[in-house]
Structures are given as structure tokens and as C-alpha cells.
């Protein structure tokens, strides 16, 4: 049981460039999350979704995308890189209701 | 708008000792209140969550509603509970998500 699968795990990009954070969850859990994690600010929600086809905007989401096709797959999307995106990238999910969130192991972003 | 505190970036006690990370939080209505910890090398898990009352590896929470506080306590820190620890409550709005404070690393020390 693989859980919360993503990848790459490190990853350099120049400003500008574009890349997509894979974000696979094989517990058939309909809600997935993204998050950021910037040292001593703790994790801020950039989008999420609550089934697939359905996608929402969480508390920092400039500069990035997300599409959510199956109810496996989350994939997210930064457009035109920016110093601002480093940082590392969380994604998580749940079953329906308040039930704990289960996380990936993190996409280390840095942007030069 | 809710919001999770813990006002210690770094808590560093000695092995034996008791240990107490800090959570406030501002919520309207009743929260339910999770703690998350990361230890080295390891992914963000669930360690507990309020509504379940348990005791987890020696750790236990009390929800305090009258000082909006949800305190991890435990009475003889560990070497092995060094890690990252993250309190945390449900939204804003739908969709399961939580709020996370800014964590607290704590390190204990042999």
C-alpha cells in the first residue's frame, strides 16, 4: 500500500521555466490537498479538491494550477517559476468528513 | 478568520524531562483539534486528534475551550520524540482541509 505517492522528491528550476509536482493517492480518497511549507511558517493550503472534476482555490494560490481527472491523480501545475515558489511541497489526502490527513513525502522546490 | 498558534519555533529539553508544546488557537464554534508530527527522514502522520482522547506514544491533549488552547503534553520526553510537531484545526470552509500553525521542533537531548 503505497499511499500518498510524489514525485520528484528534489527538484532546481530557473525563473520562468514551468514544471508539474505528480501527486498520486492509491486509498480511493476523494479529497486531496496541496500545501506549501516555508520554514517557521508552518503549512499554507495552495489549492484542493473534493472529488474528481472538481477543483478549489486554498490560501496562496497565485502562480499555481491543479486539475484533478481521476481520483487518483493531483497533479500541480507552476506556470512561470519565481524565487517566491521555493519551498516544500506537501501533498495530502482524506476520506470524507473530519478524518486525518494522509501526506506524500514532499517535493523540495528551489527556484534560481 | 481561525487560526493556529504555537509560539515556539524550538523546545529543547533533556531525556526524563517533561515535555510541553504549545497550541492557541481562534475558532468559532467547536473545533475538533489535531496534533501532526514529522520526524526525520519521514513523512507529516497524524500523532492525535482531540475527539479521540487517546494517549499516543506517552503524548496526550487536552482541549481547553475557556483559554483556546490544546497543549501536547508528555511526562518523560524521549530521545526518539525528537521531530517536528504541528498543531492543527479544520478549514476555513468546506472540504476537509486543516490550518496548520507554524510548528514547533523539538529536540531532546541525551
Known amino acids: 500500500n503505497a499511499g500518498v505517492t510524489q514525485t520528484p522528491k528534489f527538484r532546481i528550476l530557473k525563473i520562468g521555466q514551468s514544471m508539474t509536482l505528480q501527486c498520486a493517492q492509491d486509498?480511493?480518497?476523494?479529497?486531496m490537498y496541496w500545501y506549501r511549507q516555508d520554514p517557521g511558517m508552518g503549512l499554507k493550503l495552495i489549492y484542493y479538491?473534493?472529488?474528481?472534476?472538481?477543483?478549489d482555490k486554498g490560501e496562496v494560490p497565485n502562480g499555481y494550477n491543479v486539475s484533478r481527472s481521476t481520483t487518483e491523480d493531483f497533479p500541480l501545475r507552476l506556470e512561470l517559476a519565481a524565487p517566491s515558489q521555493t519551498s516544500v511541497y506537501f501533498c495530502?489526502?482524506?476520506?470524507?468528513?473530519?478524518?486525518?490527513?494522509?501526506f506524500g513525502n514532499g517535493t523540495r522546490l528551489t527556484v534560481t | 478568520a481561525q487560526r493556529v498558534t504555537q509560539p515556539e519555533k524550538l523546545l529543547s529539553v533533556f531525556k526524563g524531562a517533561p515535555v510541553e508544546l504549545k497550541c492557541n488557537y481562534s475558532?468559532?464554534?467547536?473545533?475538533?483539534l489535531f496534533w501532526y508530527v514529522q520526524y526525520s527522514r519521514q513523512r507529516l502522520q497524524l500523532l492525535l486528534r482531540?475527539?479521540s482522547r487517546e494517549s499516543i506514544k506517552g503524548f496526550t491533549a487536552d482541549l481547553n475551550k475557556g483559554e483556546t488552547s490544546f497543549h501536547l503534553k508528555k511526562p518523560f520526553a524521549q530521545e526518539e520524540d525528537s521531530a517536528m510537531y504541528y498543531c492543527?484545526?479544520?478549514?476555513?470552509?468546506?472540504?476537509?482541509?486543516?490550518?496548520f500553525g507554524g510548528g514547533t521542533r523539538l529536540m531532546v537531548k541525551p
Open positions: 492543527a484545526l479544520p478549514g476555513p470552509g468546506a472540504g476537509n482541509m486543516l490550518t
Open positions: 479538491s473534493v472529488g474528481a472534476g472538481i477543483t
Open positions: 486509498m480511493n480518497h476523494n479529497y
Open positions: 495530502a489526502s482524506s476520506s470524507t468528513g473530519i478524518s486525518p490527513l494522509h
Open positions: 482531540h475527539i
Open positions: 475558532y468559532s464554534g467547536s473545533p475538533e
